[in-house]
């Protein structure tokens, strides 16, 4: 009923950007808080930013500076804009959203399928 796809990663060279979109997609009655974390291989899942409802934002210490979460709420969207990307961002990025759907008030967590990041030379 509910779909959360991401897009827009792949390769890039140090220094480079990328930008990542997360779609939520169906029977939505609210999208609230979003957020993009991220896995590298032999590590756990961390958090990359978060944004709310009314786009207030926070973000890892390691990407501050860096990046930058949005959201279009008309789109049911979420971006992240990566520059000055490092062999370190190097990780598969994960959209998470907190959905009520349109069947009912309560609110359920879901999780894209994650897209790919390489940053190297």
């Known amino acids: 009923q509910v779909q959360v796809v991401e897009s827009g990663g792949g390769l890039v060279q140090p220094g480079g950007s990328l930008r990542l979109s997360c779609a939520a997609s169906g029977s939505i009655f609210s999208i609230n808080h979003m957020g993009w974390y991220r896995q590298a291989p032999g590590t756990q899942r961390e958090l990359v930013a978060t944004?709310?409802?009314?786009?207030?934002?926070t973000y890892a210490d390691s990407v501050k500076g860096r990046f930058t979460i949005s959201r279009d709420n008309a789109k049911n969207t979420m971006y992240l804009q990566m520059n000055s990307l490092n062999p370190e961002d190097t990780a598969v990025y994960y959209c998470k959203a907190i959905v009520a759907p349109s069947s009912g008030p309560r609110t359920y967590q879901y999780w894209g399928q994650g897209t790919q990041v390489t940053v190297s030379s």
């Open positions: 944004i709310t409802s009314d786009s207030r934002t």
